[in-house]
Nanobody, 125 residues
Framework: QVQLVESGGGLVQAGGSLRLSCAAS????????MGWFRQAPGKEREFVAA????????YYANSVKGRFTISRDNAENTVYLQMNSLKPEDTAVYYC??????????????????WGQGTQVTVSS
């Protein structure tokens, strides 16, 4: 299993921006799709965005459409999440995940089999 390491989290004011990175370590990285999930205090983990390695097709939760952009750098095995117009409700621990197989349920945690440690994003009012 390839290790995933998130970075880029921090404290930002509402309306600001952050860019999260998820880098895969190791010589080999086998993945069909990468996803970003988040878990706010007292809430269940929820889907944020996903991207398919092969063609870069993207998928977004309705709550972040138009504000967040997921992208990937195939050569560096790195996935990014550009977060703009951040809101306090975006405050959460953000996790990147890798799915080794295709699935119609790209927004489900069960479709991913490798997870990073998470990075804290805090948006102040």
């Amino acid at each position: 299993q390839v290790q995933l390491v998130e970075s880029g989290g921090g404290l930002v004011q509402a309306g600001g921006s952050l860019r999260l990175s998820c880098a895969a370590s190791g010589r080999t990285f086998t993945s069909y799709r990468m996803g970003w999930f988040r878990q706010a205090p007292g809430k269940e983990r929820e889907f944020v965005a996903a991207i398919r390695w092969s063609d870069g097709n993207t998928y977004y939760a309705n709550s972040v459409k138009g504000r967040f952009t997921i992208s990937r750098d195939n050569a560096e095995n790195t996935v990014y999440l550009q977060m703009n117009s951040l809101k306090p409700e975006d405050t959460a621990v953000y996790y990147c995940a890798s799915g080794s197989r295709d699935s119609r349920w790209y927004g489900s945690s069960s479709s991913y089999d490798c997870w990073g440690q998470g990075t804290q994003v805090t948006v102040s009012s």
